[in-house]
């Protein structure tokens, strides 16, 4: 399988994760297992909605303004553009804050999904709207994440599901995924090792 784009999360996978959702819970007033605070907000009532987004919205521009790359981060994109491989951003954090993160590093990516754009993940909306953006087949495409969400909206869109194990959880969210990586270096390995299945295949 020649892999024709890879989709990476943002905060947790392209950069080192400095949001503290406990305490965004914490602080909105939401119990401390709530799957997704997102929806969550979108389920209060108008004037305590308008406060936690206020609340979510600061933590997200904080987190950044105060981004970090993973340390393999750019070797990598550039990597994948050598390659002629598309790059895309699919992330539940906002289109202002990936755009700081982005202009804070100088990073390039031929494109992106936050949540303004559509229903985020897990829908698979984002793969398959970057898909067809890149006009690249889902299975040919590596969603890249550290968290569950992130690996059922690739396994919704029918594309490889890539865990980057930097979540405390990350152990829980195994099952859910096709490869499991401690860097990001090693999703090299991963599109040398399916070219080779391909050429091993055509041989």
């Known amino acids: 399988m020649p892999v024709q784009s890879v989709l990476f999360d943002l905060d947790g996978?392209?950069?080192v994760p400095l949001l503290d959702f406990d305490l965004i819970r914490q602080q909105i007033g939401l119990p401390p297992d709530c799957p997704s605070i997102l929806a969550a907000i979108e389920n209060l009532p108008e004037t305590h909605r308008r406060r936690a987004w206020e609340i979510l919205c600061s933590h997200e521009e904080h987190a950044a303004v105060h981004s970090e790359l993973q340390p393999s981060a750019k070797p990598l994109l550039d990597y994948l553009r050598q390659k002629n491989i598309k790059t895309g951003i699919l992330?539940?954090?906002?289109?202002q804050c990936t755009q700081t993160v982005l202009a804070k590093h100088r990073i390039t990516v031929d494109g992106m999904i936050t949540r303004e754009d559509g229903p985020p993940k897990p829908d698979p909306f984002g793969v398959l709207?970057?898909?067809?953006?890149?006009?690249?087949s889902p299975r040919n495409t590596l969603v890249v994440g550290d968290f569950l969400h992130d690996l059922q909206?690739?396994?919704q869109a029918g594309a490889p599901?890539?865990?980057?194990?930097?979540?405390?959880?990350?152990?829980e969210f195994v099952p859910w995924a096709d490869f499991v990586i401690h860097s990001l270096d090693e999703i090299?390995?991963?599109?040398?090792?399916?070219?080779d299945k391909l050429e091993g295949n055509l041989a």
Not at 91 to 95: E, F, G, P, V, Y
Not at 129 to 136: G, K, V, Y
């Open 161 to 171: 599901a890539v865990l980057f194990k930097t979540h405390p959880r990350a152990d």
């Open 188 to 195: 090299r390995l991963i599109i040398d090792n399916l070219s």
């Open 153 to 155: 909206a690739a396994r």
């Open 91 to 95: 992330t539940r954090n906002s289109r």
């Open 13 to 15: 996978t392209l950069t």
């Open 129 to 136: 709207t970057l898909c067809r953006l890149f006009r690249s």
